[in-house]
Every structure is written in C-alpha cells, then in structure tokens.
C-alpha cells in the first residue's frame, strides 16, 4: 500500500516556475513507477510525465518536454520541476504510483494522491 500526498502548486504568471512535490508513505516505494498527470475543468486526465521504479527511464508528454523535469530521490519523494509555465498549463497535477510496467494511461496506476491546483495567468 502507498500513499501520496502533492504539493506546491500555486498562482504564478506565465514564463515563471514552480516545483511539486509527492511524498509517499510505504516501505516499498523504491520498487514503485511513478508518474504525474493533469486534469483541467472539463477535460480527461492527461499524462505529463513519468519516471521508472529505478529512475534509469523518464518519458515525457509532447506539450512538456523541454519544460518539465520529473526526478525521484531515496526519501520516498518525486518531483515535477515546471518551467517556462503557460496558461495552458493550469489544472489539477496528480501523482500517481503502479508496480506494473511503466505507463502514460491512468489505468496504468493503482495509487493516486489528492492533487494540487496549478493556475498560470497570461
């Protein structure tokens, strides 16, 4: 069983930065995929980016790459490093944990956290 809990979102203007954050609680979260996914107001939840149980494979969606950096540490945290923000950016980031191969479709993952709002103004 694992637990995540997101945060770090926040109101910033387009161009600027910000960091999330996902502490997970559990003893074999090393072994854990881990990956971050958006939902804005009347859309699907999309994949953003995701980092294998080991950190040696990271994927990206198109809309992020070269912005956003996933990375994991030995304390039980991910993070998304988010750059050059735009509007379109603005939704609700999840992170997510499977133990199965890593995937870019919800499906993929058995735990979610409760989110964290992200709000890009032009």
């Known amino acids: 069983q694992v637990q995540l809990v997101e945060s770090g979102g926040g109101l910033v203007r387009s161009g600027d930065s910000l960091r999330l954050t996902c502490a997970a609680s559990?003893?074999?979260?090393?072994?854990?995929?881990m990956g971050w996914f958006r939902q804005a107001p009347g859309k699907e939840r999309e994949f953003v980016a995701r980092i294998s149980w080991s950190g040696g494979s990271i994927f990206y969606a198109d809309s992020v790459k070269g912005r956003f950096t996933i990375s994991r540490d030995n304390a039980n945290t991910v993070y998304l490093q988010m750059n050059s923000l735009k509007p379109e950016d603005t939704a609700v980031y999840y992170c997510?944990?499977?133990?199965?191969?890593?995937?870019?479709?919800?499906?993929?993952?058995?735990?979610w956290g409760q989110g964290t709002q992200v709000t890009v103004s032009s």
């Open positions: 997510a944990a499977n133990v199965g191969l890593p995937s870019v479709i919800p499906g993929g993952y058995a735990y």
């Open positions: 559990g003893r074999t979260f090393s072994r854990y995929h």
